[in-house]
């Protein structure tokens, strides 16, 4: 007989328990005790025939020192795991699965910029950063995040996605928007340009040339390559970097998430 979503996820965890104990060598006796059980009681669990209260499972995840995630029923993918972190962060236009379960690694800000700008997976995961920014502003440490994609090798994506999202708060003066939300603007709009002021010093004084980077994956072929950077904005040309995007593309963004389409 099919298993509903409930009981799958039930035996799921279950057979994750069982799994985390018997790894560790630890007999029922000795989780049942931990967990206020009696051995019966965690048997017929692990077989899946009951369940844990929450305050057991956190028990269980403090003492085999595993995140939360590990109890889901399938590993979600870098994507969409990427895609959860960015709705809660502000990019709230994307779709959250409610079946991905929160990731430890993706629980700062910082770091979901960082993995969104290095996997390059999605263009609409890469212009939801424009809300995410913005939402986040007093929260993102900008000079370490530059120097963590320096060294990852993509710190003029970060510069192309900081002038983009300057551009596109210029650009996005609704006046109908709230005071909050106007608020935030332009205190993101001023941290934007003190941060980026001496950044395009540097760039656009550079004697050296730095060679092009390709952003969009689907750019298979030099034609294709001639085509797109022809069409590429301002702001793509002066970072020497190849792609589709169009700073609209983060006003966009922006008008999604905070309801002004």
């Known amino acids: 007989m099919k298993q509903d979503a409930p009981e799958k996820l039930r035996t ?8 985390l104990r018997t790894e560790r060598r630890w007999t029922q006796a000795q989780l049942a005790k931990l967990l206020g059980l009696s051995q019966n009681r965690l048997s017929e669990i692990e077989l899946g025939q009951g369940s844990f209260t929450a305050e057991q499972l956190l028990v269980v995840l403090k003492t085999f020192n595993v995140p939360v995630d590990y109890f889901a029923s399938s590993k979600a993918s870098a994507e969409s795991q990427l895609q959860n972190a960015l709705a809660r962060l502000g990019g709230s236009h994307l779709f959250e699965s409610s079946e991905v379960l929160p990731t430890e690694a993706l629980k700062e800000v910082n770091e979901v910029i960082l993995q969104t700008l290095v996997s390059g997976e999605s263009p609409r995961q890469t212009s939801a950063l424009a809300p995410v920014i913005v939402a986040n502003i007093n929260r993102i440490n900008l000079s370490k995040l530059r120097e963590d994609l320096r060294q990852a090798g993509f710190e003029r994506h970060l510069g192309w996605v900081l002038e983009n999202t300057l551009e596109a708060l210029r650009q996005e003066k609704d006046p109908t928007r709230s005071r909050e939300w106007r608020v935030r603007y332009k205190r993101a709009e001023t941290v934007l340009e003190n941060f980026l002021a001496p950044w395009l010093n540097e760039r ?10 390709i952003l969009d994956k689907g750019i298979a072929s030099q034609e294709t390559v001639e085509q797109v950077r022809a069409s ?7 970072w020497r970097i190849v792609t589709r995007f169009q700073t609209e593309d983060f006003v966009h963004a922006l008008r999604q998430a905070h309801g002004a389409d």
Do not use: F, L, Y
Request: aromatic content about 0%.
């Open 204 to 213: 656009d004084n550079s004697a050296s040339t730095p060679a092009e980077d």
């Open 12 to 19: 799921s965890i279950a057979g994750k328990v069982r799994q």
């Open 232 to 238: 590429s904005s301002r702001i793509s040309k002066a």
